[in-house]
């Protein structure tokens, strides 16, 4: 994986941030009980701490998301970027718990580009914009996840399954499995 694949990902929930109407912010998202700007948060928050927990690695602040979503989501997606580009961080090898040893950029791949995309979906339901997500990549999450059903569910990040025909497209069957009304 590389700091192309994160600039793709971060770069169409960039577009979607921007595209979100000033009044939106305060919609209802998924997932429940959450707002839109919740959604941006979510990333903000859990993502540096693993990064600064597992590498030592810090982000700088950016604006509060209350404030100014916008513009922290800019500074975060900003400095995850610059630490990709730069191989003395992207390229060199941690030891990260429950998922093993791995480049930096790997495991932003196997866990954060991830959550930032599925996290698009999110924030366009919420923000009314296009919820269409990258269908190849829907379909590779989903078989991907399919054989870890039951210690995805225990982890508590995602809601019980959602059932949809089995023709489904592969967007509503990931969406589905992660607990989303599609």
């Known amino acids: 994986m590389s700091a192309e694949e994160h600039r793709r990902i971060a ?5 979607t ?3 979100a109407a000033l009044d939106a912010w305060d919609n209802p998202a998924p997932p429940e009980g959450w707002v839109a700007r919740d959604v941006v ?7 540096p701490g693993f990064l600064l927990s597992t590498t030592g690695l810090t982000l700088p602040a950016g604006p509060s998301v209350d404030v100014e979503p916008v513009g922290a989501w800019r500074t975060h997606t900003s400095a995850v970027q610059a630490l990709l580009d730069d191989p003395a961080t992207g390229e060199r090898t941690y030891d990260f718990p429950h998922i ?10 196997m866990i954060y580009v991830a959550d930032v995309f599925l996290h698009r979906w999110d924030l366009a339901r919420a923000t009314s914009q296009d919820e269409t997500l990258d269908p190849v990549r829907c379909a590779a999450m989903y078989e991907g996840m ?5 210690v ?15 023709d489904a497209d592969a967007q509503t069957k990931l969406l589905a499995f992660t607990g989303r009304q599609p």
């Open 11 to 15: 770069g169409e929930f960039t577009a």
């Open 17 to 19: 941030v921007e595209g």
């Open 41 to 47: 948060r979510h990333l903000l928050e859990w993502f």
């Open 100 to 109: 093993g040893t791995m480049t930096l950029a790997d495991a932003v791949s």
């Open 146 to 150: 399919l054989p870890m059903d039951e």
């Open 152 to 166: 995805l569910r225990g982890s508590g990040h995602y809601g019980p399954r959602v059932p949809v025909p089995d």
